[in-house]
């Protein structure tokens, strides 16, 4: 299942995966003074790939800090975190709908080949 809608949605749960870590990391963190949160960006390079129609030189995704420390004010919002966990969860069930619905097709395609 090397094709590119299956690697694309295969690079999609990688970003979201990472970026769900970093997001509890923040929130961890959300009283520890002086913490600056960090956020996963994978879109670009995501959409990137699509337009070339191939992943092989597509950079992971990367784990970037959000702002720069502010007087040693930690500047984590646990309700921009919280709004952005729940988006990235139902992305992440969109992307694994989208994988098994592919994984069906390709299933069904075989035992047509085979019968």
Request: hydrophobic residues 45%; negative net charge; charged residues 25%.
């Amino acid at each position: 299942m090397n094709d590119v809608t299956m690697r694309a949605i295969e690079y999609a749960l990688g970003g979201l995966n990472l970026r769900s870590e970093v997001i509890a990391n923040n929130v961890a963190n959300a009283e520890v003074p002086g913490f600056t949160a960090s956020h996963v960006s994978f879109e670009r390079q995501l959409a990137s790939a699509l337009d070339r129609g191939s992943f092989d030189d597509t950079p992971a995704p990367t784990v970037m800090r959000k702002g720069d420390v502010f007087n040693g004010i930690n500047e984590v919002s646990l309700e921009d975190e919280m709004v952005e966990m729940i988006r990235t969860g139902l992305l992440r069930d969109a992307m694994v709908s989208a994988y098994n619905f592919k994984a069906d097709q390709l299933r069904t395609a075989m035992k047509g080949v085979m019968a």
